[in-house]
């Protein structure tokens, strides 16, 4: 096992320069550039255009500007950004904290839901409470989050006034009364995220109990006199966890970048809306950086899902 | 997960209809799957959306694109039985001529998901080593990817060419189909290879190997069909998603044409009109909660007709 | 209207027969535009018109918080690297120009002292050179004072092309020098007719010297104070974060008695138009919203709740429809709508007419922009609903469809109208945009109805706007057959912004299409007109000459104007925001109050 972890550690940095190699040229590839703005305006005459794209190096060859940019990410340097010029990791550190709250807490709430939910559910399939709990899954994920944050918006925010729908990371209030508005204002979102994924994991969590739970060691503890808690938590959970641990692995790196629409919706300024505006600005190493991070949290989750497979499942072997 | 010695017998006690005659799995799957009653009702609903899709628009005529500025945002009435939307289009005509491209996309697209997941995680989880260390990096891989540059260079590199080869609505078509599926795989792949190295452990695919059962006879007959659980869960979440994607990506302009009326698109556009025209956002909406539903039951009652451990 | 009829009515308020604001109206119905008409009036001797104000707090501070909503965050904060209105209207609650433009088209000093005339001697008879006096006590946030030397420090900032700044087009070529601490004279190479340009408005903000001296010319983008402001403005900079966020605090050393009103101000970024338009007025979290690019039913549903009231104001932008006179599915000389190429179907007048009868501008009105796009014939501004003698803009399907039978354009049994084997039909594309869509979709039908078969095509604003030069699907290079966009005259004088018709204006590869006549319209009387105007110093000849200008590519249907489209923003009902279409709608942000 241990072999095994070093072999994948070894081969996780090939492995990114390789990710971040096709990264680089997807975006240089792709149409559009920094400098729109310059083009419609009249004013702007067309020799600082072409002035611009020759010193920000949009007019090398991609490999020059890959290994540019790999030199200078190995030395810490992230670049800066052609639209405000401000260093990449100040713009990134600015929106980590908001991430994290937002986006984090609608994880953290999805996982509270459809765990608990998914396995009652899967105890007692096609009972009064799985045929709610089901539908209600389903409209979780059928529903696209434009719409159902629009929804809340429409009865929260405007209807009934109670919650403001414009996020705010800075709030001036002190002691408790900047917890309150800080809660009053995350409630929406979070709450629109985390049903969206709280629907398909809990589908997740509910069809992998479902097929442990008939099994004949299950059986067995029942009559062995155990409650059926015990049983549950004991003997099911560990097993029917493998498919939820690979989901969740393959989630938590969507913190980093992935709710956009919810954060466009509520103007929750984290990493999800930046990238947005800088991948439609074309902001190259904005885009470039924050990938390249999403990318490490990528691997480093996957592998650490490959690493509790094998403590979870102890016949789980890699040699 | 999968299990190693029958269960115990549950409810039915007329299980002694079991017969004498042999029955091909298929034909058994197929009895059981009719006494699931619920899955069943679903593949009824399910056929009546497909043909009211496909023939709809032969039957209820009125144009889809008839501009009335005089009929904006009506409710449902008898001559539009769905109501209009914000330029006095019928909602009815358009829902059944956008429903053909939404399902056709929602059900390809997770045709290709599931298919190549499927596949390469049962190769990833069969091999160990090399075989399997460079699929799951490529599985990264596209996992990394992100997703709006990717679909702006893909768009801009074969829209033009497959235009002209198939023309412009086939040729979107395919392109949306090969982008939304094509990064929806992953999250399969790595669930169906974490089943295939629980599964290949166990004691039945061991005496399947002691019996001299070649590494393909192994996966399809024995492994594969215990592996399906969280694959048919990931069908039902993708053909939702798709649907889904198909919105965003023509709300950025990636997609179909702005006025083409897929289910997506209805709904986008009616999002900010809720307040006033409830009827322009409800009927999409729930057409594609149910559209995702029944065919959630029927993976449901196909699992449970082939689920050996389950006596129907 | 000519040269003439418009001295005659300049006459007639000189003679107080007609008030200076029904001029001003003759002049907008003419195509021009109301700086313009101003500016005349002021050459010819008539004083400008005071303007009142209204500001009422008698002290200074108070007003506690005022929260505004640019759903297009700005990015950076330095005035002269700003591409576009949000980074402007960002820099602008720091920054301060010498003047700017207010609504009527007046020109307000700011740090001026007062406007240049002929009066006071600030502009020279011979039109080459204008004397700036400043305004004298005024200091930097740091608290340092405000001299003549920033001034002439940015004028040589901007024109650095080595600093490649964004304004350099105003400063380029002229000459700044300092006369005394608190004067200094502009000086032009030919005489200029339209001299309020450096130091005017977004482009004439003044930076200070003892801050970005070192920082000229490559190391501009290096320098701190980017982000980190220090101007004359009435807040002062408190944080900031791109994209999201722009806070400032009131300047207790501002050159203006009692103002600002405001203690604090925050500027959110992000979202979309529609939920900025909810917020200020359906709940009322922010007090104003800039640019609401939103159906007008959807805003007068707002407005009816009663918190808050749009405000339309009139400005330059026009959206309009360009056809390509070349030919974009053909390849000459290796190049796709090759200015030498001829459309083989839109070089016929017959065609072009037909797809402007097409155009149901007053249903696009009605239906889809409502108060914020008005029908209209003209290219160059018009904002009234006055039809000018030489324009006038119809819409009949059925007459298009008459046109097109006569000359010769046979319906086939597809219902699309054919002639020699070619069939009729075109590509139209615009930008993505709801109301742009709608627009395609209603033209689209009613072109069917006629026999024309409309293929739409809508691209993301980010790649149909950009200047990459392998991109086939940017505006500039027009690869389709028709399309759809708003072009914005960022300055009340339409030179820059009637150079789009020039023939040495064609956007082809060896300029890599940053050329800014997209149609490759081709007309020699049009170049000549515009080569009289730009030296021709009497304002009246020369306003003339613009709507000769106006009229030509219209009446030749190379273009077609579709509506006017005037500035459209959002306000809470307490709040007094004084607002100028000609300039960034921060312009006058020290006179903003609330009434208690």
């Known amino acids: 096992m241990f072999r095994y972890i070093l072999r994948r550690l070894l081969i996780a940095v090939p492995s990114l320069l390789g990710i971040s190699l096709v990264l680089f040229s997807v975006l240089a590839l792709a149409p559009g550039d920094p400098f729109s703005d310059l083009v419609s305006n009249p004013n702007i005459p067309a020799e600082v255009a072409l002035a611009l794209r020759q010193k920000f190096g949009l007019d090398d060859p991609l490999m020059v500007r890959y290994w540019n940019w790999l030199t200078a990410m190995v030395q810490g340097d992230w670049g800066y950004s052609f639209i405000s010029r401000i260093n990449v990791e100040t713009l990134i550190m600015q929106r980590i904290p908001v991430t994290l709250l937002v986006i984090g807490s609608s994880q953290v709430l999805a996982l509270c839901i459809a765990i608990p939910v998914g396995v009652y559910a899967a105890t007692r399939p096609y009972s009064l409470f799985d045929q709610i709990a089901s539908t209600l899954a389903f409209i979780g994920f059928s529903l696209p989050t434009f719409f159902t944050g629009i929804l809340l918006i429409l009865f929260f925010s405007i209807h009934l006034d109670w919650l403001p729908f414009v996020y705010r990371a800075d709030i001036p209030e002190t002691g408790w009364r900047f917890f309150w508005e800080h809660f009053k204002q995350m409630i929406m979102p979070v709450t629109v995220l985390g049903l969206f994924q709280a629907g398909a994991l809990t589908r997740y969590v509910r069809s992998a109990v479902l097929d442990i739970i008939r099994l004949d060691y299950v059986t067995t503890a029942r009559s062995k006199g155990l409650s059926e808690k015990v049983v549950i938590t004991k003997h099911v959970l560990r097993n029917a966890l493998i498919p939820v641990v690979t989901l969740v692995a393959l989630q938590m790196p969507a913190i980093f970048g992935g709710a956009i629409v919810t954060e466009q919706i509520f103007r929750v300024p984290g990493i999800g809306s930046l990238i947005i505006s800088s991948m439609l600005a074309n902001d190259t190493p904005v885009v470039m950086a924050v990938t390249f991070v999403f990318s490490t949290l990528v691997i480093a989750c996957n592998l650490f899902a490959d690493i509790l497979y094998g403590w979870l499942d102890p016949r789980i072997s890699y040699n | 997960m999968a299990g190693s010695t029958l269960a115990s017998p549950t409810t039915n006690s007329n299980s002694l209809e079991a017969k004498s005659t042999s029955q091909s799995p298929g034909r058994e799957g197929w009895r059981r799957f009719k006494r699931h009653k619920l899955a069943v009702f679903c593949t009824i609903v399910l056929c009546i959306i497909v043909f009211a899709v496909l023939l709809g628009p032969w039957l209820w005529r009125v144009p889809i694109n008839e501009i009335d500025f005089n009929a904006r945002m009506q409710g449902p009435s008898w001559s539009h039985p769905l109501g209009t939307d914000d330029l006095g289009q019928d909602l009815l005509a358009r829902i059944l001529y956008g429903g053909r491209i939404s399902l056709a996309v929602g059900l390809a697209a997770m045709f290709i998901a599931i298919s190549v997941g499927v596949v390469i995680g049962a190769v990833a989880g069969m091999s160990k080593g090399p075989v399997d260390v460079f699929l799951m990096w490529i599985t990264d891989l596209f996992l990394s990817l992100p997703a709006l540059p990717l679909l702006l260079l893909i768009f801009y590199l074969f829209n033009d060419k497959l235009k002209k080869l198939i023309g412009p609505e086939a040729g979107v078509f395919i392109l949306i189909v090969a982008v939304i599926g094509g990064l929806r795989w992953m999250p399969v792949a790595r669930l169906v290879r974490a089943q295939f190295l629980a599964l290949r452990e166990k004691e039945f695919v061991e005496a399947a190997r002691a019996l001299g059962a070649s590494p393909w006879r192994q996966v399809t007959v024995h492994i594969l069909p215990n592996a399906m659980g969280p694959v048919i869960v990931a069908a039902t979440i993708d053909v939702a998603a798709a649907i889904i994607a198909e919105s965003t990506l023509s709300f950025l302009g990636l997609g179909f044409p702005p006025d083409i009326p897929t289910w997506g698109r209805i709904l986008f556009d009616a999002k900010d009109h809720m307040d006033v025209a409830v009827h322009w956002a409800l009927f999409p909406g729930a057409l594609i909660f149910i559209t995702v539903l029944t065919i959630n039951y029927i993976g449901d009652g196909l699992r449970d007709a082939y689920d050996p451990r389950r006596v129907l | ?596």
């Open chain 3, 1 to 596: 209207m000519n040269e003439s009829e418009i001295r005659r009515l300049i006459d007639q308020v000189r003679d107080n027969g007609i008030s200076r604001k029904q001029f001003i109206r003759h002049m907008i119905g003419a195509g021009l535009t109301v700086p313009m008409a101003a500016q005349m009036l002021l050459t010819s001797g008539l004083a400008q018109a005071q303007t009142a104000s209204n500001y009422k707090p008698t002290k200074r501070g108070g007003g506690g918080a005022l929260k505004v909503l640019w759903w297009q965050g700005a990015t950076l904060l330095q005035p002269h690297f700003a591409s576009g209105t949000k980074d402007q209207e960002g820099s602008r609650i720091f920054y301060e120009p010498l003047g700017a433009w207010d609504a009527d088209g007046n020109l307000i000093p700011i740090l001026a002292a007062e406007v240049p005339s002929l009066a006071n001697g600030g502009v020279s008879r011979d039109g080459k050179s204008i004397t700036w006096k400043l305004k004298k006590n005024v200091q930097w946030h740091d608290g340092k004072p405000f001299t003549a030397d920033d001034v002439v420090f940015t004028a040589a900032y901007a024109a650095d092309p080595a600093t490649s700044a964004y304004t350099s087009g105003s400063y380029k070529d002229v000459k700044v020098t300092k006369v005394d601490s608190h004067t200094l004279k502009v000086e032009y190479q030919k005489p200029s007719p339209f001299w309020a340009d450096p130091f005017v408005s977004a482009a004439g903000m003044i930076i200070p010297k003892h801050i970005f001296e070192s920082f000229k010319g490559a190391t501009s983008r290096d320098a701190p104070a980017n982000l980190k402001p220090v101007g004359t403005g009435p807040y002062k900079f408190v944080d900031f974060k791109p994209g999201d966020m722009l806070r400032g605090a009131i300047n207790t050393n501002y050159h203006e008695a009692n103002r600002p009103y405001f203690d604090t101000i925050e500027m959110k970024g992000g979202g979309d138009a529609v939920s900025a338009a909810r917020a200020v007025l359906q709940t009322g979290e922010y007090d104003y919203a800039w640019n609401l690019q939103v159906e007008d039913e959807l805003l007068v549903r707002l407005e009816q709740g009663g918190k808050g009231k749009t405000s339309i104001i009139p400005g330059g932008n026009i959206e309009f429809i360009q056809l390509n006179m070349t030919d974009p599915w053909t390849e000459t000389d290796g190049e796709r709508s090759h200015p030498k190429s001829k459309h083989p179907i839109l070089t016929e007048f017959a065609v072009r007419q037909a797809i402007s009868l097409c155009i149901d501008r007053d249903g696009v009105q009605k239906f889809i922009y409502g108060r914020t796009g008005i029908a209209t014939a003209n290219f160059l501004n018009n904002p009234q609903r006055f039809v000018s003698k030489n324009t006038k803009y119809e819409f009949n399907p059925d007459k298009a469809a008459q046109v097109l039978e006569t000359a010769g354009w046979k319906k086939g049994a597809d219902g699309i109208r054919e002639k020699g084997g070619k069939k009729l039909k075109l590509v139209f594309q615009t930008s993505i945009n709801s109301p742009r869509q709608k627009t395609q979709q209603i033209i689209k039908q009613a072109a069917q109805k006629a026999g024309i078969d409309i293929e739409i095509k809508a691209i993301p604003a980010s790649v149909y706007f950009s200047s990459d030069p392998a991109n086939p699907d940017t505006y500039t290079k027009l690869f389709v057959d028709m399309q759809m966009f708003t072009t914005t005259m960022p300055q009340p004088d339409p030179e820059i912004f009637m150079n789009q018709y020039l023939s040495d204006q064609f956007a082809t590869k060896a300029n890599k299409w940053l050329g800014r006549n997209s149609t490759r319209y081709s007309n020699p009387e049009y170049d000549k007109t515009y080569l009289a105007a730009q030296s021709e110093m009497d304002p009246v000849k020369r306003a003339a000459l613009f709507v000769k200008m106006n009229d030509m590519p219209v009446n030749d249907i190379a273009i077609i104007p579709v509506v006017y489209r005037p500035r459209v923003s959002a306000a809470v009902n307490n709040l007094v925001a004084p607002l100028s279409g000609w300039d960034n709608d921060l312009w006058l942000l020290k006179d903003w109050y609330k009434n208690t």
